[in-house]
């Protein structure tokens, strides 16, 4: 028997969301979801940890998988709201790493290297992004809203256990 409402999971999808879509979205520090995809899953957990926190009883795995989900879902928004003006501060610096890569690379064609470095290139890569995230957020996040469900369940005490 699930003990969820709806209104339950909008605290968590929206705290779990925020830790992997801000975490995603951060430059160096996205680097780390390269590793098992960290902050997707590490949102996924902390969805599935608010949920418990916010129930008298233990939440089913299918209570966290949803709650990780549904955060996998937010972090993709947030993700893509947080990367456009990350991008747009980051553009110069992009630019010239671009340059620096593309100046190395001799196999690059030369219609592609004109897109590379251009607005046109930074919006692709953020409509990508953002799908990407989307698709990869959801699987692992539920995935990490699993892991939540099982690490922080509540423990059921009966009469008999009390006694020393």
Same mark, same amino acid.
């Given at each position: 028997?699930?003990?969820?409402?709806?209104?339950?999971?909008?605290?968590?999808?929206?705290?779990?969301?925020?830790?992997?879509?801000?975490?995603?979205?951060?430059?160096?520090?996205? !680097?780390?979801?390269?590793?098992?995809?960290?902050?997707?899953?590490?949102?996924?957990?902390?969805?599935?940890?608010?949920?418990?926190?916010?129930?008298?009883?233990?939440?089913?795995?299918?209570?966290?998988?949803?709650?990780?989900?549904?955060?996998?879902?937010?972090?993709?928004?947030?993700?893509?709201?947080?990367? *456009?003006?990350?991008?747009?501060?980051? !553009?110069?610096?992009?630019?010239?790493?671009?340059?620096?890569? *593309?100046?190395?690379?001799?196999?690059?064609?030369?219609?592609?290297?004109?897109?590379?470095?251009?607005?046109?290139?930074?919006?692709?890569?953020?409509?990508?992004?953002?799908?990407?995230?989307?698709?990869?957020?959801?699987?692992?996040?539920?995935?990490?809203?699993?892991?939540?469900?099982?690490?922080?369940?509540?423990?059921?005490?009966?009469?008999?256990?009390?006694?020393?």
């Amino acid at each position: 028997m699930s003990i969820t409402t709806k209104d339950g999971f909008r605290q968590p999808a929206l705290i779990g969301g925020a830790v992997m879509g801000v975490l995603s979205a951060l430059p160096l520090i996205s !680097a780390f979801n390269v590793c098992c995809c960290l902050w997707v899953v590490s949102g996924g957990v902390v969805a599935a940890y608010v949920f418990q926190q916010n129930q008298s009883a233990s939440i089913t795995p299918s209570d966290g998988a949803l709650a990780g989900l549904l955060a996998g879902i937010v972090g993709a928004v947030i993700y893509l709201v947080l990367s *456009i003006p990350i991008t747009i501060l980051m !553009a110069p610096f992009e630019r010239e790493l671009l340059e620096r890569i *593309i100046n190395n690379a001799g196999g690059i064609p030369p219609e592609y290297r004109g897109v590379l470095g251009t607005t046109m290139g930074r919006t692709i890569q953020l409509v990508v992004g953002f799908f990407f995230m989307l698709i990869v957020g959801a699987i692992f996040s539920t995935l990490g809203g699993l892991l939540g469900a099982a690490i922080f369940k509540k423990q059921v005490h009966g009469p008999a256990q009390d006694l020393p």
